[in-house]
């Protein structure tokens, strides 16, 4: 059974810094492309970032490109947003994702078949 588990959420100030942590378990992480969505009430889940199977690819959502990097570890099964820079408006649910079938990252939420439950950022003015 394939489980994700996010880490690393909480309140931090506006201009700080997180980083989000995902723990996989079930099968072999380092094959697969992985991506990280946010999910802010009232609003759709966009995607944040995506990286593919060997960290050599990655891809950004608008919102967050020169402020969020995705890394991933597949000796340590663990993937990795590191968030600088943050605002008010990056205050969201964070999910962490992973395709089951491809090595590569994808960009919309049906492409991931595995999901996290999520953990809380929160960007204070």
């Known amino acids: 059974q394939v489980q994700l588990v996010e880490s690393g959420g909480g309140l931090v100030q506006a201009g700080g810094s997180l980083r989000l942590s995902c723990a996989a378990s079930?099968?072999?992480?380092?094959?697969?492309?992985m991506g990280w969505f946010r999910q802010a009430p009232g609003q759709e889940r966009e995607f944040v970032a995506g990286i593919n199977w060997n960290g050599a690819n990655t891809h950004y959502g608008d919102s967050v490109k020169g402020r969020f990097t995705i890394s991933r570890d597949n000796a340590k099964n663990t993937l990795y947003l590191q968030m600088n820079s943050l605002k008010p408006e990056d205050t969201a649910v964070y999910y962490c994702?992973?395709?089951?079938?491809?090595?590569?990252?994808?960009?919309?939420?049906?492409?991931?078949?595995?999901w996290g439950q999520g953990t809380q950022v929160t960007v204070s003015s």
């Open positions: 994702a992973s395709r089951k079938y491809y090595s590569d990252y994808g960009i919309g939420r049906n492409e991931y078949d595995y």
């Open positions: 079930g099968r072999t992480f380092g094959n697969y492309g």
